[in-house]
């Protein structure tokens, strides 16, 4: 049985910053899509980052130059570096995995495996 479960999320001040975690049961990182996406109140979901199976990331516009995407295969854990925090960024953050080797942000509707959800709230 596949399980994401999200961590770290919570609150910050703009221009601070927050770690998010997602650990995997059930299946590995390793040569597949993997990703985090977000969703506000009252807007569509949107993809945050991914990393393909050959291990490059792809970036939203949005959060280029402030947020990290990494993993752990060992661990089986995927991370999302988030600094220099905007009021905009408030979302509950998912992540999610797919059996594709190659994808893009914005493939979040065929992503197969979704996490619960964590929520980040920033604050100005």
């Known amino acids: 049985q596949v399980q994401l479960v999200e961590s770290g999320g919570g609150s910050a001040q703009a221009g601070g910053s927050l770690r998010l975690s997602c650990a995997a049961s059930g299946l590995t990182y390793n040569n597949r899509c993997v990703g985090w996406f977000r969703q506000a109140p009252g807007k569509e979901r949107e993809g945050v980052a991914v990393i393909e199976g050959d291990g490059s990331a792809t970036y939203a516009n949005s959060v280029k130059g402030r947020f990290t995407i990494s993993k752990d295969n060992i661990k089986k854990t995927l991370y999302l570096q988030m600094n220099s925090l905007k009021p905009e960024d408030t979302a509950m953050y998912y992540c999610?995995?797919?059996?594709?080797?190659?994808?893009?942000?914005?493939?979040?509707?065929?992503?197969?495996?979704w996490g619960q959800g964590t929520q980040v709230t920033v604050s100005s």
């Open positions: 999610a995995v797919d059996s594709r080797y190659f994808c893009a942000p914005s493939d979040g509707p065929d992503f197969g495996y």
